[in-house]
T-cell receptor, first 112, second 111 residues
Framework: DTAVSQTPKYLVTQMGNDKSIKCEQN?????MYWYKQDSKKFLKIMFS???????INETVPNRFSPKSPDKAHLNLHINSLELGDSAVYFC???????????FGSGTRLTVV | KQEVTQIPAALSVPEGENLVLNCSFT??????LQWFRQDPGKGLTSLLL?????REQTSGRLNASLDKSSGRSTLYIAASQPGDSATYLC??????????FGKGTKLSVKP
């Protein structure tokens, strides 16, 4: 009955590889997000999708590509991974505008 | 551009003390403000959500206030316990629907 679930929880991979992180929400929210938490623990938005439409695309390298097959899923694909991509990636959902956010438990990505 | 500031960055108190965490934001055009708790190595747990039309919200020992005109919010924790030790994050929801976070206050409650 997890509200926002993301997989995998941990991901260790070599530089240059391509990897994906999956996210699903069962709250019926219309908007989903990807946030990145860096080594200093600061959370910053990467992407936002509303009903499968890209709403926000912050200054993120184009090696990062979000994909939303339906409004309950938002996946993050990362090409040609670099050491600097190591971080914790959080998926979240909300009802756009007045809704509060619900976050997934995070994916700790380590690039070696 | 919206900026969120949290003061203090870290706080250490003895068990049983009442405490206040502060959050300020630069643009008052927000939909809501949300307080989260993050334990080390864990995800974010929502504590309180205050809509822009509201002044405060309460949940158990927690009370959050919002003064949109002055760009301030406070999180009051009554009778603190060691289990309250965590990082507390304040975030405002702007016109695009995205949450903008402060850098957090790391709270340590000593037994």
């Amino acid at each position: 009955d997890t509200a926002v679930s993301q997989t995998p929880k941990y991901l260790v991979t070599q530089m240059g590889n391509d990897k994906s992180i999956k996210c699903e929400q069962n709250l019926g929210h219309d908007t989903m997000y990807w946030y990145k938490q860096d080594s200093k623990k600061f959370l910053k938005i990467m992407f936002s999708y509303n009903n499968k439409e890209l709403i926000i695309n912050e200054t993120v390298p184009n090696r990062f590509s979000p994909k939303s097959p339906d409004k309950a899923h938002l996946n993050l694909h990362i090409n040609s991974l670099e050491l600097g991509d190591s971080a914790v990636y959080f998926c979240a959902s909300s009802q756009r505008q007045t809704g509060g956010y619900t976050f997934g438990s995070g994916t700790r990505l380590t690039v070696v | 551009k919206q900026e969120v500031t949290q003061i203090p960055a870290a706080l250490s108190v003895p068990e049983g003390e009442n405490l206040v965490l502060n959050c300020s934001f630069t643009d008052s055009a927000i939909y809501n403000l949300q307080w989260f708790r993050q334990d080390p190595g864990k995800g974010l747990t929502s504590l309180l959500l205050i809509q822009s039309s509201q002044r405060e919200q309460t949940s158990g020992r927690l009370n959050a206030s919002l003064d949109k005109s002055s760009g301030r919010s406070t999180l009051y924790i009554a009778a603190s316990q060691p289990g309250d030790s965590a990082t507390y994050l304040c975030a405002v929801k702007g016109s695009q629907g995205n949450l903008i976070f402060g850098k957090g206050t790391k709270l340590s409650v000593k037994p």
